[in-house]
């Protein structure tokens, strides 16, 4: 079975520039997690879907980042107007079930100049 | 709130020492905490180490133990005699009911020397 993938799997950016991140859970799996790990600290969950609907995004910076995943399986993490503080690697992750764990992808490590 | 503090790193411990990580937790508006190790070795990604959701209760996985102590609100990672691929950053978290929301610890890096 293969795992969470993600790509980019590295962005380097100027301030002010747009970036996408996208993710492709495992099969099968109805949630899917995004998180924001800045260096140095634990993984800080942003927004997570259940198939294609939004259950949590209050932690979400809704001016400058949306996602979406319109099919229930792959999502798309975008950042308008990226910021310094934005530095951070970007995790996904995915869960079947409420008897399971979540899994987690590679993640994407970004660094905003 | 509901937060998770844990031993801050890095933490260096000599192969076959013994190894307790600090981990507790604050549920305030959690009703029923689940309570996690999770585990990222150099080069992979995160992955799940143990997990525990009912009180009292003990995980073990991978010769590490932690027991879900409610009364005094902690999780502490233990092992006995740790080895130099024990190596790696460990995150406690908690999770709400079925763990759809899940907080983490700042991580605590771990080296082992041989």
Redesign the interface.
């Known amino acids: 079975e293969a795992?969470?993938t993600q790509s980019p799997r590295y962005a380097v950016l100027q301030e002010g520039q747009a970036v996408s991140f996208w993710c492709d859970p495992i099969s099968g799996h109805d949630?899917l997690y995004w998180y924001q790990q800045p260096r140095?600290?634990?993984?800080?969950?942003l927004v997570?879907f259940r198939d294609e609907a939004v259950?949590?995004n209050s932690q979400l910076p809704s001016d400058r980042f949306s996602a979406v995943r319109p099919k229930g399986t792959n999502s798309t993490l975008k950042i308008q107007s990226a910021k310094q503080g934005d530095t951070a690697t970007y995790?996904c992750?995915s869960r079947r079930g409420?008897q399971d764990?979540?899994?987690?992808?590679?993640?994407t490590r970004l660094l905003v100049l | 709130g509901d937060s998770?503090t844990q031993t801050e790193g890095p933490v260096t411990v000599s192969e076959s020492e013994s190894l307790i990580i600090n981990c507790t937790y604050s549920a305030t508006s959690i009703a029923y905490p689940n309570l996690?190790w999770y585990v990222r070795y150099p080069g992979?990604?995160?992955?799940?180490l143990l997990?525990v959701i009912t009180a009292g209760q003990k995980g073990s996985s991978r010769g590490f133990e932690a027991t879900y102590n409610k009364e005094t609100t902690s999780f502490h990672l233990q092992k006995a005699s740790v080895q130099e691929s024990d190596s790696a950053v460990y995150?406690c978290?908690l999770g709400d009911t079925?763990?759809?929301?899940?907080?983490?610890?700042?991580?605590t890096h771990l080296h082992v020397l041989p």
């Open positions: 795992g969470v949630t140095d600290q634990g993984p800080q969950l997570y259950i949590d995790l992750a409420i764990t979540q899994y987690f992808g590679p993640g | 998770v996690f992979e990604g995160l992955q799940l997990k995150y978290a079925n763990a759809y929301k899940v907080i983490f610890g700042k991580g």
